[in-house]
């Protein structure tokens, strides 16, 4: 035991009325809510990045976080897996999830860099033998090193290109070998400057090439977890490719992928594109791609990625009433990328940026079911739409714009507005959260 | 002649030292660039609603325009076009674009509505047959009237749809008429405001529906014209369905209609969803939709569309760079979907707003050309991906992870960054704008 | 007695389980919360323009709203001031507020304005001795008439500002006579399109000048309300003066007036100025302005003023909790500057809109109180800033560089950063919201 | 003589249809623009931190340049000053600005860093001597150590306070050493994450104080030069205090030292407020604090600082405009608080960027001045506010409410609206760029 969380006790469910710090108010791993556990619905990671890689920066200041683990050894890499397995252990994660860059110190050139890569894995498969976290999914870095600067599999330079898909190839194997459950593209590089030194038609072709290998190795080495792309608009990079999740369902169609990859959705990234968070988990769901999500918010004021722990049970319970309705997580889960504020020094806020977050979830996804157990919602939905539900309605879409226009004048059709009722159905929601 | 525009001359090329207010000092009709003339390239539209139906309210004041033909008769429609074809000559305007609710008054129901619309189709059809003003585009305007609060295509009600393919109909016929070169369709209602009232999915399969019935159409009249979806991300509803370019090519890749669609993109749509003008022109070149353009510049710090006329040269000269890049136009044109300002209410200033974007086009057209035929951007471009070009290059392209793994390490590949020259390629494109 | 909300019943408080959606849940008006009742706390007021003046158009479409008293009669104004009062007692709101143009049909010129102006106050008037609902403030509108396109204070042309310098005398008589408890003024369309044709130096000079006069009247009335101004960024104008609490409290102290002034701080106006709702509450509480609230939610994506029901209790509690701080309203309230959604069309939806908003707020409130009267939070302040009570630091904060200089040679001062703690304020937060 | 630049020529003014790279178009120094050379008017300066200590780094990655300098010994420092001065001779810039971080190495307590800063000062003196560069401004650099994470002066630990005053004096000493022509303060960490853990009220009291103290040590030690506030809404806090010109005139007001301190207004800055530049620039000469200008660019659609090279003149005309009828510069200058993109990496970008940069400045300097000298647009402006010149308009500036009533009635005042006449003075704007 490391004591870097020296004095911190595993949190356990204590109730909404303690008013313990240390504990779950809300996140009771094994209460059944529409039939599984809030574990088994919820599905919560740590992502390691965050908590555990990030020094605490900002484009105005270093670093502010003191961790005995910062350093680029193996035996700094086998700490910080320690502290990271003990905080799991303090929070009851039942989840991980990681880039390369995270776990392994960096190395000189590839061969290094997958040297300590395997030794690393090894040591945490070893740990993970002796806990219950599971890995939710494994990810590559390929936009922190300033050989990614102008992309990986987009990059002018053919040689980036190989570089990053021999790298994924390692991240692929690591994560089959630890038994992830998904396997996550995140495009950090992905996307352009400027168009004066862009070529967005090539640089599309060796993205959709690229996507068609992962997909084909991961058939061939049998991993049999999903493979996420996750959308981001803009940050890095002016224009990010993967912009929203409409965006990717053009480019999966375009490629013929749509049945291949699905979209690990990010509360921040959706709001960076203008859209709500519950907006991309329902177009997700509709198109057939929902996969899994990237838990966390951002500040609706400040133009960048704030990627805070999560805080408003309303906007959460929207979120997770999506998921609800597409019938839940498969392989997918609650990632919680999101960091601690820099001024959140202490050990404890790393813990106590978890605990409240994971209440805030557990509280949404209780609310949300009661609200889809109600029906009400869906019933007003349903009752919205059933003119469309009669065989004159579906015989009408069936036809076409002249028969229309006969039948609009044979029938002297007037259409009429009917209320939309959304004070009322916020008001129904708010009976709920 | 009406006298609206009494004492006002016709605008002729004075050249660039003229001090005429009332003159084009670039924009040059028959002047010779890339082998057309600038007329042939910027295919130049007035629109009715802005120039002849706004009355110049906002969502804080109504009315601050008088215009003698404002009211709702056929007698007071003729005068309006009257005016209109008074004001394409004083501008020596080639096209203009309609939708029907501009032209005709309303009636009372669909009957009265197209018998209307047929009666001013007829009435605009004699103007231009003394006039050299063709018909860019024709719409249907489904958004206005309280009977599309809720949508159009993807109205819960199958009443409303009905109402909106049969005046899709009538407009279409309007349009092959006409001689029209396109046919538009903006979702102007076709979003949701809640997520809590809506089905996504419903709503998606109707307006795919919607979109194959009028492209069937199109074939069943004969009509030549292209038809064209234009994106918009917000605004009047809080989630508008056609959010950008890649939306909407997703949205036709996904009911099979990308041969038979393109798009009519907005400066102002574009910035409102986040993207540069140039960025979806060049997306939709390279998805091969591109199809026509709606001029207008959008305050980049006013979250509303505020349809102001063009009046940076360097930004439009991007945007006809995307455009030449692309080969130019073949069916589509530069539609100034713009609104002089409700301050601006003198008759002079609706034609003062036209040449001064006139010549702001114009302007950017010529630098766009003159930086094509420098050919120092293009170069540059393509000697960024040169690397892509050799045979090792594409064969690795052509391969899979394992192998270029084993590529990766055989070959040592340790790939080093290499300057984006972002500001060079910025200082050359100011040598010519 | 209208039929306007035939079958609508008094909403009453029926607690927390209610499922009747015509009662409130959580507004308890004589509920007491720290010493006073909630009624005495929140202080409701309806906002006469949204809910009774506002046909439902937004910048795309027109009218969706059938109300019979809309036309420009006094008959139909008194008819409007009928249903408002049936609305007011079925909601049991304490307050209302208008402004002249939303009580009175518009007049050919100043002194019919005026006279009808008389003759609905003294109608109101006469409503009110029947009633227990009083008048939070009223107000003039200066910004949706013609007249007022450039400006009304701040107008180039000084008969604009003649104009609004004497409606606003009739509507601050208009407001003593009904026994208002402040007087507003929202410079609707004090601001600018373009720097190109204006003269900020002369405008504020115009409108410094303008506040004068009003708080002179006041005085010479013996008007005992308060008076306020309504900050606002943007929208109707590319750029409104009274940007944001901080502008107004320069502008105030430039014109000395800063005890003379207070400030009507809008939810949605401190999200447009990039702001949120606290910040300008807790701005104005420090700087010793805060006088009144209009109570809305904007859409933090769409970039206009959407003047939604709140419908977010731990946004609203983080209001109250600025509120409560700074010791409570005094003259001021809670205005609901919102309004129900263009398609909700029911008289029932006006009825729920404000229901539901009731709530959110009482809701909010109860929240707020409960963290006050815990103590939690406002110890957790006391103690991060505790080093600034010792005698050591004021002295340093009394001296000068130099001697600070030297101080921290002295003592060898190098400090280290200490833990900000957000997230664990957060949770905090959250077990009481 | 170190290499950093080999093979770079010195930038020497070329005129406009010069294809030379490594020339100026526009930028003549020596040419008199309005009576004065350009080099006086636009007093250009090269910012220290983003040329020599930016590493390249974002959010999402880490360093992409390699610079010989990087590192953290005097001997570096040096090596750094020496590139820095073949820079300026290089581009012939008349000015440079510093932190003292970006000029130092930091030591491990205040007393190396001022030694430290003692010997870089005296290095930086020497070369002065031998060069034609001055000092445009000198500052603190108060954000970047994590001791500042909680803010300098505002923050809730006295020490740093202390800290923070003691630094401060040691840069106004080594500014006014150097013969700094002013003195920035820009609050890098005065601002807040979460209103829960601050007291606004005490942080803006120890700002206030602070600022007078500099003040105060100013007149102490005789330093000719100005105080400059430079203004910014957010970035690095969620909100930083100094949010605009607004906020800062208010806060100079309120501790009554608007006539000891002006501004230092970025672009950028001014964009993330939602603001123009040239309103910031309009209101700061309109309130008399007008002082100096950190030129660059800000991406309109990025919602962080992005620090860019300006390239648009149409948009430096607009600012220029408002320093030249301001009197143009006295103190101040244009300072390039801009930085080569990330992928920028060759030292010739460096030069290329501030080549570009200078010349778009040109262009818009001698655009504006042609424009002022024009007189068309003041002419119009004149025009339009004209009636207030009149000795009636002016009696009734200087009456009252009711006596303005009176008026109105007496002289049947009704107002008709006049053109604001937007396009044409945009189009007479666009004849000048």
Request: glycine share 10%; proline share 4%.
């Amino acid at each position: 035991m490391t004591d870097f969380f020296k004095g911190i006790p595993q949190i356990r469910y204590e109730g909404p009325n303690s008013t313990n710090e240390f504990a779950f108010r809300h996140y009771n791993p094994t209460e059944v809510v529409m039939g599984k556990t809030m574990a088994e619905h919820l599905r919560f990671a740590i992502a390691w990045w965050h908590s555990f890689a990030w020094p605490g920066g900002d484009p105005f200041g270093g670093q502010t976080f003191d961790r005995p683990w910062f350093g680029d050894t193996l035996d700094l890499a086998k700490l910080k897996a320690d502290v990271a397995f003990e905080m799991f252990d303090i929070l009851g994660a039942p989840f991980f999830c990681f880039h390369d860059a995270d776990i392994r110190p960096e190395g000189r050139d590839f061969a290094e860099n997958t040297r300590n890569l395997e030794v690393i894995v090894d040591y945490i498969g070893e740990k993970m033998a002796d806990s219950n976290t599971k890995l939710l999914w494994g990810t590559a870095n390929l936009f922190s090193h300033r050989r990614f600067m102008s992309g990986a599999a987009t990059n002018p330079d053919p040689e980036v290109f190989a570089w990053s898909a021999a790298t994924v190839k390692t991240c692929m194997d690591a994560t089959h070998k630890l038994g992830g459950a998904n396997y996550v593209l995140w495009g950090g590089r992905e996307g352009y400057e400027t168009l004066l030194n862009t070529d967005l038609t090539r640089e599309a072709e060796q993205a959709g090439r690229f996507l068609q290998m992962v997909v084909d190795y991961k058939h061939k080495i049998g991993f049999k977890g999903t493979i996420l792309i996750e959308p981001k608009p803009q940050e890095p990079s002016k224009h990010q490719y993967d912009y929203d999740v409409a965006t990717v369902y053009g480019f999966l169609k375009r490629f013929g992928l749509e049945n291949e990859v699905k979209v690990n959705i990010e509360q921040g990234h959706a709001i960076l594109a203008g859209h709500s968070f519950e907006h991309e988990l329902a177009l997700a769901a509709s198109l057939g791609i929902l996969g899994s999500i990237d838990m966390n918010r951002n500040d609706y004021q400040s133009g960048w990625d704030t990627d805070q722990f999560p805080d408003s049970v309303p906007e959460m319970a929207r979120a997770y009433y999506e998921v609800l309705k597409a019938g839940g997580f498969t392989t997918g889960g609650t990632n919680f990328d999101a960091k601690i504020r820099r001024q959140s020094i202490d050990p404890e806020d790393l813990i106590l940026g978890h605990v409240g977050a994971m209440d805030v979830c557990a509280r949404a996804l209780k609310a949300a079911a009661a609200l889809l157990e109600d029906g009400g919602l869906e019933a007003n939905r349903k009752a919205r739409y059933a003119g469309w539900d009669t065989a004159e309605a579906k015989a009408m879409l069936g036809s076409d714009l002249a028969s229309i226009e006969a039948l609009v004048r044979a029938k002297g059709i007037n259409p009429q507005p009917k209320s939309g009722r959304q004070e009322r159905l916020e008001n129904l929601w708010n009976r709920f959260v």
